[in-house]
């Protein structure tokens, strides 16, 4: 049984190789439940950017070659490897990130779920034959890899956002320069090692942590990588789109939102408050998907709200490698004091506060499960970003893939 220290690396993983920085520089991370530092990472530049950049585009010209049957068969050891160190995996995530390890065990597997769909995915790339206009001439539309893909990840899902990247690019054909947020390095940091067991090639996997900004400003801007994949905020998610416009590259973005919850007079109160419980405060409240306001209709008003504080008052806050946490740490510093600063400006504006409020300790980045009776859209709470709730977008193979036309016979016109 592998523990979840063997699967900590803290250096680049680029060509194969685990490799520090250039500049030999290093960041800490740090465990958002305790303040402890559990490692240090590479702070890779534009430079480390170059040469994952590099070793992707090297290995593309053999892995943009395989038969879809080859790739489907490493995404699938790929996916079996992850199962394999699924415990050691959460614990990791939880270490690095705070979710209750329940829950990182969750979304590891749910990582091994999308790289097994992808291995299906793989094999089932048609083309199309199009009626030619010309007499004795046939016009074929065959699907290609794109090319080097940029991945760049948030820290609120570590692992499986990765895998929706890394999934659907190697099922294409295409390699893959990585780049995970600095809070949560090490589930992405991972992937080099289960890419390794499952015989993943050299240099289709890249991983390397560092300057989001010189390594995104690498990304976009070199002709080698073909497409960026990003889940992340709106405002770099603009600026990633505007970067990669010169190169005219393929963009994918999953962004911020500001997601509302609707309860009216008639609904079930149970399944109501039960939804609006796991909505809101999954993973601390910061899901993709996480609700960020709630509508609820006058009638319904009162009992809703009694019964949802009353069912948010229950929600365990703590460690979440001790068992019954439900609500782990915010994940920094910088995500507790904007909640805070939410509050502040609610309660300013009129607000009520029915649970929670504020940090027990100051120090530490538990802020326990909060609700603002009376709220009003000119509160900052109902119209900003509070936790990491992003809007979904499609993750279809398709967007790994461009598309060829050829006219077998003679030259299309
Ligand atoms: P959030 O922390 O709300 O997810 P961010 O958009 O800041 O939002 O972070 C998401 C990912 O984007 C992280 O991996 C982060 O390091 C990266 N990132 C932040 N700024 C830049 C940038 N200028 N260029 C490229 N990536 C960035």
């Known amino acids: 049984m592998v523990n979840w220290r063997e699967l900590k690396r803290e250096k680049n993983f680029i060509g194969g190789n685990w490799v520090d920085a250039e500049s030999g520089l290093s960041i800490d991370v740090t465990d958002p439940a305790t303040g402890e530092t559990i490692g240090t990472i590479a702070n890779a530049g534009t430079s480390d950017a170059r040469l994952a950049i590099d070793a992707a585009k090297t290995a593309f010209e053999a892995w943009s070659c395989t038969t879809a049957d080859h790739r489907s068969k490493v995404l699938r050891k790929l996916s079996a490897c992850i199962l394999d160190h699924q415990d050691a995996l959460a614990e990791l995530l939880t270490r690095e990130q705070g979710k209750p390890l329940a829950e990182s065990r969750l979304e590891v597997g749910s990582s091994a779920a999308y790289i097994l769909w992808f291995a299906e995915e793989a094999r089932r790339i048609y083309g199309d034959i199009i009626p030619s206009p010309w007499p004795g001439r046939r016009i074929t539309v065959t699907k290609e890899p794109v090319g080097v893909v940029g991945a760049i990840t948030p820290w609120n899902f570590p692992s499986s956002m990765l895998a929706r990247k890394i999934g659907p690019a190697l099922a294409a054909g295409c390699t893959v320069v990585a780049k995970p947020a600095t809070q949560t390095p090490y589930s ?56 990669s416009a010169d190169t005219v590259k393929k963009v994918s973005l999953e962004l911020g939102g500001n997601a509302p919850f609707i309860v009216f007079d008639d609904a079930d109160l149970e399944r109501a408050v039960d939804g609006a419980i796991s909505a809101k405060f999954r993973n601390s409240g910061q899901t993709c998907i996480c609700t960020n306001r709630l509508y609820v209709q006058a009638g319904i008003y009162d009992r809703f709200l009694e019964r949802f504080a009353a069912a948010a008052a229950n929600l365990m806050v703590g460690s979440g490698l001790e068992s019954g946490i439900t609500q782990g740490p915010l994940i920094d510093r910088s995500a507790v004091e904007k909640v805070e600063q939410f509050v502040a400006d609610a309660c300013t504006k009129g607000a009520r506060i029915v649970l929670g409020g504020a940090r027990r300790d100051p120090d530490s980045l538990f802020f326990p499960p909060t609700i603002l009776a009376d709220a009003r859209p000119n509160m900052r709470c109902s119209q900003e970003q509070s936790g990491l709730g992003k809007e979904g977008s499609k993750y279809g193979i398709d967007d790994y893939l461009s598309v060829k036309y050829t006219c077998i016979g003679g030259i299309a016109a």
């Open 188 to 243: 992405a940091l991972a992937y080099g090692i289960l890419a390794e067991q499952a015989g993943v090639p050299s240099g289709v996997i890249n991983i390397l942590t560092g300057s989001a900004r010189e390594i995104g400003g690498e990304m976009t801007a070199s002709r080698d990588i073909a497409k960026i994949t990003f889940t992340g905020s709106t405002e770099v998610g603009r600026l990633l789109l505007r970067q």
